[in-house]
T-cell receptor, first 113, second 114 residues
Framework: RKEVEQDPGPFNVPEGATVAFNCTYSNSASQSFFWYRQDCRKEPKLLMSVYSSGNEDGRFTAQLNRASQYISLLIRDSKLSDSATYLCVVNMRYGGSQGNLIFGKGTKLSVKP | DTGVSQDPRHKITKRGQNVTFRCDPISEHNRLYWYRQTLGQGPEFLTYFQNEAQLEKSRLLSDRFSAERPKGSFSTLEIQRTEQGDSAMYLC????????????FGPGTRLTVT
């Protein structure tokens, strides 16, 4: 099983649509979870951290299910400017180390007029 | 602009040459990370500094790669005897806390080895 696995997409959706991205991770000891956004040929930018209770930031909602080792990102009312690749990121801890961030390959979203 | 900066932004080199990249983290961040990203993949961890101490290195980091952060501020990543497979985007990130904290990325250095 890959450490962090995402549906690669692409997801092609019309403006205003709701789109959901899913992500699974392999290490049950993982403690921190993030969604990053990456535009073409740019650096990843932090979109939001993911908390156990779930969290929302405007049109974006992130959920974490530790039992299933599953993370999701929901985008409501999609805008053209949401077109990007969305990276699921998990802090993987092994032994006594503080762990490293492991990135999924990303899910590409294209929002069309 | 107080974000992470990297220099150069682009580097084209011939196989076998050595290259060095620089990263300046956000000033109050004492953790600094190097990643490599190839097309269609997410960033892959290379190494991590807490202040000037290099705490972890990925198995991806062969003996041709070395990184330093001599005064706990900026960092350099050197690749010796470059190979075509080294062509990638090299990203630097910094954080205020350990690796489980939010990390902020620089614009990257795109390396092309011909």
């Amino acid at each position: 099983r890959k450490e962090v696995e995402q549906d690669p997409g692409p997801f092609n959706v019309p403006e205003g649509a709701t789109v959901a991205f899913n992500c699974t991770y392999s290490n049950s000891a993982s403690q921190s979870f993030f969604w990053y956004r990456q535009d073409c040929r740019k650096e990843p930018k932090l979109l939001m951290s993911v908390y156990s209770s779930g969290n929302e930031d405007g049109r974006f909602t992130a959920q974490l299910n530790r039992a299933s080792q599953y993370i999701s990102l929901l985008i409501r009312d999609s805008k053209l400017s949401d077109s990007a690749t969305y990276l699921c990121v998990v802090n993987m801890r092994y032994g006594g180390s503080q762990g490293n961030l492991i990135f999924g390959k990303g899910t590409k979203l294209s929002v069309k007029p | 602009d107080t974000g992470v900066s990297q220099d150069p932004r682009h580097k084209i080199t011939k196989r076998g040459q050595n290259v060095t990249f620089r990263c300046d983290p956000i000033s109050e961040h004492n953790r600094l990370y190097w990643y490599r990203q190839t097309l269609g993949q997410g960033p892959e961890f290379l190494t991590y500094f807490q202040n000037e101490a290099q705490l972890e290195k990925s198995r991806l980091l062969s003996d041709r790669f070395s990184a330093e952060r001599p005064k706990g501020s900026f960092s350099t990543l050197e690749i010796q005897r470059t190979e075509q497979g080294d062509s990638a985007m090299y990203l630097c990130a910094s954080s205020l806390g350990p690796p489980n904290y939010e990390q902020y990325f620089g614009p990257g250095t795109r390396l092309t080895v011909t």
